[in-house]
């Protein structure tokens, strides 16, 4: 071995780089091909291997040995040596004696990489010195210029010195603005200041350091370009600090009209305000201000919708001559959702429509108040001469959307091939219960038929899996993994884990036999039961497909809730009977849980042809399918602080000793203590699975997914209200707990939580399977208590009225609100009450587009309160609503 080898392997970098000095480049080239090969060997050392103290010194004969700029450009930000690679300024040391062009193009094609590289910017911005070449303007160049020069507080000056000094300043600073997702870098600095990167920018080009004009403009346009919330944040911040004078305002007209209608939230209220300022003083046409106001009154966010109606009014109030080409701009402010905007918007057309003259115009308003709320229609009607509001138009329709309907599982694949691809793409993905089912009916089937089939297609699908290896030590770990995890599977993908490796070996026939009779070795949690039967089921199969193959899965659902048709069950069951098939027990319980039963009629006529099979399972079969209808187990409601849960009572028709035992566990009692509620079924992918053991039982999954469900509202979690939409979609009778998962998802933190809890509410109403009463009641509850703020459920409640179903939500907030208002009625202020004004508005509204009509506990005394609160202000608009007279 040559003493460069020998130092590079010891990690001498000093030495190494030593013996590399006054070589020429062809002696330098002759040591590449050993480097590489050591390089390679590393990369398959473990990480705590002491050959790897090598890598700095690797990495830094590397540098010097490679001659041409690409290649060590490429050496330089290898991804294997980037934590352990030799410094910045090694590495300008070694590069230093090279020629100004090869350094330029080396300095260009690290700046080139993508910032996830890793390059050093020192090393970067050293090159650029050496080279005298032009200054990067790269993503990666620009990040690391802005995060070096904002973070050098051992220099003891400021950012702005820094900026000040810099010869590349204005080539740089215009690359940040072109820069995405650079905002956090600019922000890091809370503090105000030189040492501020908004500051320091504006401060630059007050002192002419940099261009105005320039510096303006590409702010500018970041703003317009758009970008994520704190980039727009911090450029607006920019904005702002270099204070624009009413010429710079003026000459950029266009660019403000352009982010009042398209940029996010916050931006869009900067450009409304100095368009607003403009139009105040004069310098805004009205049609510009027509065609501002068109694009601003058509976003979703109220403030700037209300600010717009403010500005209008007040230069409508300045300005008479404008009327003509403001006002028709609040024709579409008529069918805001929001009827508190489509009030104001009336209120100013009514104060201003003396002053239009044109009657095009006047007869564009009249027409487009057919999207007001009936009750300002019926003022429009006198003073706009809308059309009067007839009888017919009177007569509300309830929109509720179609109901779900079912979707049939397509039969097991018929070739391995097909199958081993539905089994890649499920591997990679969480699949649904239907692409599941399918997968593990087609390795039952294809493994009874032709196992060495079955092998050779799967070859493509198990390469890469963990457990694939030949070597013996790891046989022995997959083995010991799936004895060892308490036998449960934390997600759908693991269970096909086992079984795969199953098939090919990979696990003790006597670990699937003990896994087969004894699932569980966890603690008990409030999944428990479900878990259980899930696993057991799984495990039995992965035994049977070493020990004795089954034809296929009895258990196998006819619909994607899980759902099994009897006729196909008995059909099964006949074909199990021909070929003398031995029936699994675990399969054939979960079987008889997925089977229908509400259908009494098909129930009765597949029990005779089951009874005529004359096997055991026919018999039991036939039993289960004429006993009585599943019935609810006892329940009761038991609060904790602010958490509301649900207890069942036992079932005695699952805990029949035909079931195996792992099976009888649901039918025990579900308690709110006891067990842990810390467990280690994490992935709420399984939910899905869970609901399809019981589809015709769904209050026996959502009590013990309840304490789950209510994390999104009480805990801010995310995904745990993901099941609501398939818990409304499943089957049996919707109870307390249903109800319950339900108002807990409507006061999810998270959008996509309240979300899928209207589309539950929804799917249960279209099913006529919604209590109202029962859900407005939990919800006051809920609120009550502080488990779902106000806020939330309002945005639920709208988003659930916007689709149509006003009668709906009105019949679940008559109950809200009865106890809600009821806690105002007394000396203390409930924690509600601020927000209460919000769900008035919803229910106001509601009522309004329903027509509905009644008394509501304690609303009077609410509206005959003082003051114009929102509060009082939509109390008395709902006491309005329920008291106005029909027309005739």
């Not at 200054?135 to 950012?159: I, M, N």
């Not at 090919?504 to 259980?532: F, I, M, N, P, W």
Request: with cysteine; net charge negative.
């Amino acid at each position: 071995m040559s003493s460069l080898m020998e130092a590079v392997r010891g990690g001498q970098t000093a030495e190494a780089v030593g013996l590399l000095d006054g070589l020429t480049d062809s002696e330098r080239r002759a040591f590449l091909p050993e480097l590489k090969a050591l390089r390679k060997e590393l990369r398959k050392a473990p990480w705590e291997e002491p050959s790897r103290r090598a890598y700095p010194a690797l990495h830094a004969a590397g540098a010097a040995c490679e001659t041409g700029a690409a290649a060590a450009a490429i050496w330089i930000a290898g991804t294997d040596m980037r934590w352990s690679q030799s410094s910045p300024a090694l590495l300008i040391h070694i590069l230093g004696d090279r020629d100004t062009e090869w350094l330029a193009d080396v300095t260009h094609r690290l700046a080139g990489r993508p910032a996830s590289a890793g390059v050093p910017y020192e090393l970067m911005a050293g090159l650029v010195r050496l080279s005298g070449c032009p200054v990067p303007t790269t993503d990666a160049y620009v990040r690391g210029w802005v995060e070096q020069t904002g973070h050098l507080w051992q220099r003891g000056d400021t950012l702005l010195d820094r900026l000040r000094k810099d010869p590349h300043l204005a080539e740089l600073v215009a690359a940040v603005f072109e820069t995405e997702d650079i905002g956090s870098p600019l922000e890091w600095s809370s503090t105000e200041g030189p040492n501020n990167w908004v500051d320091a920018l504006a401060q630059l080009t007050a002192e002419g350091v940099l261009d105005r004009k320039r510096t303006v403009d590409a702010c500018v346009a970041r703003l317009l370009r758009g970008g994520t919330t704190l980039d727009n944040r911090v450029f607006l911040r920019v904005l702002k600090a270099l204070a624009l004078t009413r010429e710079e305002e003026r000459e950029r007209i266009a660019d403000w009209s352009a982010l009042a209608s398209d940029a996010v939230s916050v931006v869009a209220s900067h450009a409304q305000s100095v368009l607003g300022s403009l139009a105040l003083d004069g310098e805004l046409t009205s049609r510009r201000l027509a065609e501002m106001s068109d694009a601003v009154l058509f976003r979703p966010e109220k403030k700037l919708v209300r600010a717009q109606l403010v500005l209008l009014g007040k230069v409508l109030a300045r300005d008479a001559s404008a009327a003509d080409e403001v006002l028709p701009a609040l024709a579409q402010v008529f069918g805001h959702e929001d009827a508190e905007v489509q009030e104001r918007a009336l209120k100013l057309v009514e104060r201003h429509l003396k002053k239009v003259g044109s009657t095009e115009v006047r007869a564009e308003l009249a027409a487009a108040a057919d999207q007001l709320i009936p009750a300002l229609r019926a003022r429009a009607v006198e003073t706009l001469g809308a059309a009067p509001v007839t009888a017919a138009a009177t007569v509300y329709e309830e929109m509720l959307p179609p109901s779900p309907e079912g979707t049939r599982l397509l039969s097991a694949p018929e070739s391995a091939v097909e199958l081993a691809e539905e089994l890649g793409a499920l591997l990679a993905a969480q699949g649904d219960v239907a692409a599941f089912e399918r997968a593990l009916d087609g390795l039952v089937r294809h493994a009874y038929r032709d196992r060495d089939g079955l092998l050779e297609a799967l070859v493509p699908v198990v390469a890469r899996r963990w457990w694939r290896s030949d070597d013996p030590e790891n046989a022995r770990r997959a083995d010991n993994h799936f004895s060892s995890t308490h036998r449960t599977f934390g997600s759908a993908e693991s269970a096909l884990d086992l079984l795969l490796a199953t098939l090919q070996d990979k696990v003790r026939t006597v670990t699937l036999y003990e896994g087969a009779q004894h699932t569980h070795l966890s603690r008990e949690c409030g999944h428990s039961s479900l878990a259980r039967t899930f696993d057991s089921r799984v495990w039995e199969v992965a035994y049977r497909l070493r020990a004795e193959p089954m034809p296929f899965l009895l258990s196998t659902p006819s619909w994607g809730t899980g759902l099994l048709e009897p006729d196909e069950l008995v059909d099964r069951l006949g074909t199990y009977r021909s070929l003398g098939a031995r029936v699994a027990a675990a399969d054939f319980a979960q079987a008889l849980l997925r089977v229908r039963r509400e259908d009494r009629a098909a129930a009765a006529a597949a029990a005779a042809r089951a009874q005529a099979l004359g096997t055991k399972e026919g018999t039991r079969l036939a039993l289960w399918l004429t006993s009585e209808s599943p019935a609810l187990p006892l329940s009761r409601r038991r609060t904790f602080g602010a958490r509301v849960a649900v207890e069942l009572g036992e079932l005695l028709d699952l805990q029949e000793d035909f079931f195996p035992a792992e099976f009888r566990a649901l039918g025990r009692p579900v308690t709110t203590h006891g067990g842990s509620y810390y467990c280690h079924h994490w992935n709420q992918d399984m939910q899905r699975h869970w609901l399809a053991i019981l589809p015709e039982r769904r209050e026996l999954v959502a009590a013990r997914l309840l304490r789950d469900v209510s994390s999104v509202a009480l805990d801010d979690t995310r995904s745990a209200a993901a099941v609501l939409p398939l818990l409304a979609e499943s089957g049996g009778v919707a109870g307390q707990a249903t109800h319950l998962c339900v108002a807990y998802g409507l006061g999810a933190r998270h959008p996509e939580g309240r979300l899928a809890a209207v589309d539950a509410l929804l799917v249960l109403a279209t099913r006529e399977q919604l209590d109202a009463a029962r859900l407005g009641t939990d919800l006051g509850e809920l609120v009550r208590s502080g488990a779902v703020k106000p806020s939330r459920l309002a945005e639920s409640v709208r988003t659930g009225a916007a689709t149509g179903a006003n009668a709906t939500i009105w019949g679940i907030l008559r109950h809200t609100l009865s106890a809600l208002l009821a806690d105002l009625d007394g000396d203390a202020k409930p924690a509600h009450a601020r927000a209460l004004g919000d769900l008035l508005a919803v229910a106001a509204e509601c009522a309004e587009r329903s027509g509905a009509r009644g008394d509501l506990p304690y609303l009077a005394q609410t509206a005959a309160r003082g003051g114009s609160s929102r509060l009082v202000a939509q109390a008395r608009r709902l006491r309005s609503a329920l008291v106005a007279e029909v027309a005739a």
